[in-house]
């Protein structure tokens, strides 16, 4: 109620005042990446809600955005050094002083503690976006220099602080319509980087239990793999599906740009999502969005969904647990999917990047 209310004094002021100039400070500024690219859509959103909009980011590739924008990267795309990185960094942040009067950094508290001094003396505020399980040292030191935390669920940031705000995840929905019709069929579908905290090796074990002679179960699992562990993760993932004779089940898609996205998660019947990071993925939301029912362990969600979703949830590394779930959603008659398929848009609905926006520019500017 209380988000409610100031969501609509926001969204009233944003529409007949736009004062505040802002900084976002990110790790990769580019449509096309598969991980980061929906942040492309962020910077677009924060660009409607203020008046200047100055962007420092690690990497910068394929920008699109209007002309009161600016983009200044550290040169991670040209191999510059990190002594480099740190001395642009200071420098952006003092000679575009005048250009922002709060600061925003994604997910990357370093910037906050490197940052964190120089902008207290500058008297900007300074917000840091958060959503994960983990709590590094790092995390706790970057909490003290920052004004506001910003997060998706409860267990997004496990921190006691006042300065902690649950604001939901940031989808753009516009790139998520729900559909109309189901898919016929009985493919699941995964989207996330290939690595061991992503627990795939669940969701095959599962899939061991519910491929019987006769069905005709898929599975499509689309991410990056980013690095020599994740590969060797892949590699013995893809062993263990040899060896339980399920390669006819199992297909590895390259990743997606998020605005390619949908039209993969409309040709399945099923999300599942056995992450083990105990923040709320994006890619549940989108999911929900266009209306597939999402089984997880994931424990953000249990925040997030309505009591006669929870059905949906299961005990972290459990695959009979997992098994079950799937065989449940996959018997639904049409009536009772729709009805599932519905609510799961709806929850989604209250993620929309534009409220996300909105709130984040709430709290900075009072």
Known sequence: MVWD?????????????????????????????PILGFFHRWVLEFSKKFEKVTVICLKKGEVDLPN???????????????????????KYIWTERKNYDSVFVHMNQIYVILGGLAWRLLRKKIGLWYAHGKVPMSLRLATLLADLIFTSTSSGFR????KKNIIGQGIDSSLFPKSDTSANNDRLISVGRISQIKNYETLVRAIEILAKPGT?????????????RDKKYLGNLKSEISNLGLDDNFSFIDPVVNDKLASCLKMAKLFVNTSLTGSLDKTILEAMSVGLPVVTC?????????E????LLFPPRDPVAL????????????VK???????????????SLNRLVDKIQYLLSN
């Not at 999917?337 to 993620?351: D, F, K």
Request: aromatic share 10%.
């Open 216 to 228: 005709n179960l898929k599975v499509d699992i689309i991410g990056p793999v980013s690095t020599d």
């Open 68 to 90: 009161t924008v600016k983009v200044l990267s550290l040169g991670k795309e040209n191999s510059v050094n990190r002594l480099k990185y740190l001395w642009r960094f200071y």
């Open 337 to 351: 999917y729709r009805e599932l398929s519905n609510q799961m848009s709806e929850i989604a609905a209250r993620h």
């Open 308 to 311: 006669n979703c929870k059905f």
């Open 5 to 33: 209310i100031a969501y609509e004094v926001t969204r009233l002021y944003n529409e007949f005042y736009k004062s505040m100039n802002i900084l976002i400070v990110t790790q990769i500024l580019d449509k096309k990446d």
């Open 298 to 306: 994931n424990e953000s969600v249990d925040e997030i969904y309505d």
């Open 323 to 334: 098994a079950d779930k799937i065989k449940k959603v996959l018997a639904l008659d049409a």
């Open 159 to 162: 921190i006691a602080s006042r």
